[in-house]
Antibody
Framework: QVQLVESGGGVVQPGRSLRLSCVPSGFTFRNYGMHWVRQAPGKGLEWVAVIWYDGSNKYYADAVKGRFTISRDNSKNTLSLEMNSLRGEDTAVYYC??????????????WGQGTLVTVSS | QSVLTQPPSVSGAPGQRVTISCTGSSSNIGANYDVHWYQHLPGTAPKLLIYANTNRPSGVPDRFSGSKSGTSVSLAITGLQAEDEADYYCQSYDSSLSGSLFGGGTKLTVL
């Protein structure tokens, strides 16, 4: 079955760190770029970060630049998002998604169910 | 400013046609980058609805269609059904961000 499964969410205090994981199945992970997208409570979808199929390039939204790091291990079929210096505004459901197509023309054709991150003291 | 603007909400009766607009700027839609549409029901994974402005993935009913004119794109839904009630998002690449950009989302209510 072609799917993405996120994990690692939870409640964390402001200023602390958390690492999210996304495990793919049913397709050749190393052939695809991957994104993280989040949705804060009552808000819309917000793009967070993208990593190329081979990990050679990574791009981030301004809101997370310098605090979040996207990475992948193609040998272990895993996508990760390391989140540091967490803030209340980082509270959201975090989705991983598969990128299809060119970097500027591509779209997200497969999404996970999401994992909830709550930043609160 | 890098923004994709959508109406916050639209509504229609079963069987009717509705459209959702997505307006961008010279760094995204105006730069001729493709626009894609997603359907999102709360608590579920977002679903790709339209890619590259007008194309439907397999399995998406032909009641859903996309169009593009200049810096605006639209999603049209004909023959509205109760199951279409969801949030809809446009998405494009933005050159000033060097990354993706989502519209603010439109909540569709089927009356």
């Amino acid at each position: 079955q072609v799917q993405l499964v996120e994990s690692g969410g939870g409640v964390v205090q402001p200023g602390r760190s958390l690492r999210l994981s996304c495990v793919p199945s049913g397709f050749t992970f190393r052939n695809y770029g991957m994104h993280w997208v989040r949705q804060a409570p009552g808000k819309g979808l917000e793009w967070v970060a993208v990593i190329w199929y081979d990990g050679s390039n990574k791009y981030y939204a301004d809101a997370v630049k310098g605090r979040f790091t996207i990475s992948r291990d193609n040998s272990k079929n895993t996508l990760s998002l390391e989140m540091n210096s967490l803030r209340g505004e980082d509270t959201a459901v975090y989705y991983c998604a598969r990128h299809v197509g060119g970097f500027t023309s591509g779209y997200l054709d497969l999404w996970g169910q999401g994992t909830l991150v709550t930043v609160s003291s | 400013q890098s923004v994709l603007t959508q109406p916050p909400s639209v509504s229609g009766a079963p069987g009717q046609r509705v459209t959702i607009s997505c307006t961008g700027s010279s760094s995204n839609i105006g730069a001729n980058y493709d626009v894609h549409w997603y359907q999102h029901l709360p608590g579920t994974a977002p679903k790709l609805l339209i890619y590259a402005n007008t194309n439907r993935p397999s399995g998406v009913p032909d009641r859903f269609s996309g169009s593009k004119s200049g810096t605006s794109v639209s999603l049209a839904i004909t023959g509205l059904q109760a199951e279409d009630e969801a949030d809809y998002y446009c998405q494009s690449y933005d050159s000033s961000l060097s990354g993706s950009l989502f519209g603010g989302g439109t909540k569709l209510t089927v009356l």
